[in-house]
């Protein structure tokens, strides 16, 4: 049963009813990604890692400028009127915040984080930067 989709329906989050595990199916390859053993556990893990995303730094995004403005602004900067901003450090730095994340789903559901799986995947990208 289908029970959810994310990347714009790129994968729909499906409930197997023989067994009540849940899984991440690729609309497009039918590869299935196994995710939890049952849909409470995938809930847990979607609310702990959005918590996760919500206590980190705001990204500020990308600064959009004509080739006039960067050249001058590369000038002012080389000419020292101006600095580069010194972004502030978040009130826990991100490994604490993976590794306090990482306790979290562990305590939910540790299958679901073994080598290969999807959550294991995830949680590779939050520790290099991605997430």
């Known amino acids: 049963m289908v029970i959810g989709t994310i990347h714009g329906g790129e994968f729909q989050i499906v409930e197997f009813e023989d067994d009540a595990t849940t ?64 972004e502030p450090v978040p009130a826990v730095p991100d490994r604490e915040r993976a590794a306090e994340l990482r306790r979290r789903l562990n305590r939910i559901d540790p299958a679901a984080l073994l080598p290969g799986g999807w959550w294991h995947v995830t949680l590779e990208q939050i520790d290099d930067g991605i997430l």
């Open 23 to 86: 899984a991440a199916i690729d609309a497009s390859t039918g590869v299935v990604h196994p995710l939890n053993r049952d849909r409470t556990c995938l809930e847990c893990f979607v609310d702990a890692l959005a918590a996760h995303l919500r206590s980190g730094m705001d990204d500020p995004g990308p600064t959009v400028m004509t080739a006039d403005q960067a050249t001058e602004r590369l000038a002012a900067l080389r000419a020292g009127r101006i600095t580069p901003r010194i």
